[in-house]
Nanobody
Framework: QVQLVESGGGLVQAGGSLRLSCVASGSIFRINAMAWYRQAPGKQRELVAF???????NYEDSVKGRFTISRDNAKNTMYLQMNSLKPEDTAVYYC??????????WGQGTQVTVSS
């Protein structure tokens, strides 16, 4: 099994920055890819960015150029650096890990609020 613990959310003004962290523990060697999702009130959860075990990344169009996903395997940690934040980025952000056994694990979520 895999456990995920998120941190780094908070309140920030438009144009500001936040760095989210997700620390994984348990069967770390089984993780193939990790991703950040977000869910705003009244909306479905959406994929923000993902990173594979080989380091390939992909971003949702609205965050491309502003957000950077990274992964430090030595620390079993994934990051989401968020710059130039906009009010529409306000959401609960979730960490997800996908294992080689085709199972998904989720973090508890962390609130990001961007004021105008």
């Amino acid at each position: 099994q895999v456990q995920l613990v998120e941190s780094g959310g908070g309140l920030v003004q438009a144009g500001g920055s936040l760095r989210l962290s997700c620390v994984a523990s348990g069967s770390i060697f089984r993780i193939n890819a990790m991703a950040w999702y977000r869910q705003a009130p009244g909306k479905q959860r959406e994929l923000v960015a993902f990173i594979t075990s080989g380091g390939s990344t992909n971003y949702e169009d609205s965050v491309k150029g502003r957000f950077t996903i990274s992964r430090d395997n030595a620390k079993n940690t994934m990051y989401l650096q968020m710059n130039s934040l906009k009010p529409e980025d306000t959401a609960v952000y979730y960490c997800k890990a996908h294992t080689i056994l085709q199972r998904d694990y989720w973090g508890q979520g962390t609130q990001v609020t961007v004021s105008s």
